[in-house]
């Protein structure tokens, strides 16, 4: 049996995505509160339920989600239907429960599948797998007797190790364990992201309407190899980083989409839309890709400001004018 003090190595990459996030969390902090601005905590919301049912296949587009939690009726497979009215009553309780007690757990399970399976909110009773979008299995997951034994080690863990485990990384080692044991029938998946909400939202409340879903569906085979990764490794290291970088990019657009909006941001959103995170860039393929042609506007209009929100790098930062320098986003 998997014993559960669960393995992972506190890295240095671990440390500098945790700054990175609480300075982002900072300026959000400074640009906006989520509470005054509900249509954007609406919107990211639908974003978050789409993109975590999407990775379970849910064929649905987020505007018929959109519309669904509207109230309105659309056409559409019923089982996916029902699956994005329960997801959206689950995501409605994040505040209502203790992400420490198993009986709250279950409680979002039932209510995430539930008219999907026959015993929602009950540990499985066979034996199950993990399969990624191509069908591969990546995982086979311990026996049913096993369950609740591993499970109540994993919240017995979470519980003793609050207070000395930083949330970011507490929650992220939640998610892949949770994977791991894949206590239900159905539902893991997306009760498994939708928990790591829940633990940082009790830390942070901005967490609650940060679509975090919305990059695991853009990186889904990075989010499944991370997952396929850290079971051959035998610990969460690698998930974890993996989580704190997706939660360092979704923090980014939240920055630049809680700015007030001035000119300066709007360059920023255009300049950021060009770009890809960690891939270096010349200023002459910047330029042609926002269509400008002055390299006094490109520094002055967006680069800087990007930079000095630090959402925008160098790759020689020692030697700003450098005829080698590239620029990266973060």
């Known amino acids: 049996m998997k014993n559960y003090i669960p393995p992972f190595t506190i890295t240095s990459k671990m440390i500098d995505y945790i700054s990175n996030i609480m300075e982002k969390i900072g300026k959000l902090d400074n640009y906006a509160n989520f509470n005054k601005m509900p249509t954007l905590r609406k919107n990211n919301r639908i974003r978050s339920i789409h993109s975590s049912l999407a990775i379970e296949a849910n064929s649905l587009s987020i505007n018929q989600v959109k519309d669904l939690i509207a109230g309105k009726t659309i056409i559409g497979p019923q089982k996916e239907i029902q699956e994005v009215k329960n997801a959206y009553k689950a995501y409605e309780m994040i505040k209502d429960v203790n992400p ?11 209510t995430m599948i539930y008219l999907i399976v026959n015993e929602p909110g009950e540990f499985r009773k066979g034996n199950e797998g993990v399969f990624d979008e191509k069908g591969n299995c990546i995982h086979m997951c311990p026996p049913p007797e096993q369950v609740d034994i591993l499970m109540n080690q994993l919240f017995d863990w979470m519980k003793k190790r609050k207070n000395d485990i930083h949330p970011l990384i507490l929650s992220s080692v939640f998610h892949y364990e949770f994977v791991f044991i894949h206590p239900f029938e159905d539902g893991n998946g997306r009760t498994a992201r939708l928990w790591q909400n829940i633990i940082l939202s009790n ?19 990075g989010y499944y190899k991370a997952i396929a990764d850290c079971n051959k490794n035998g610990d969460s290291t690698i998930f974890i980083e993996f989580m704190l970088k997706m939660i360092d990019e979704i923090l980014d657009e939240s920055v630049v989409t809680t700015m007030p909006i001035t000119e300066k941001t709007i360059h920023i959103q ?30 002055s209009t967006y680069l800087n400001p990007a930079i000095n ?3 925008v790098a160098l790759t020689i930062p020692n030697k700003p004018t450098s005829k080698n320098q590239m620029y990266y986003k973060i």
């Open 100 to 110: 420490y007690s198993i009986k709250d757990l279950k409680k979002i399970h039932e």
């Open 203 to 221: 830390w942070k409340e901005i967490f609650e309407y940060l679509p975090i879903e919305s990059n695991l569906k853009k990186y889904q085979d």
């Open 270 to 299: 255009k300049l950021l839309q060009v770009m890809d995170y960690n891939v270096p860039m010349t200023a002459n393929d910047i330029m042609n890709k926002l269509g400008i042609k002055s390299k006094e506007t490109l520094r």
């Open 309 to 311: 929100e630090g959402l």
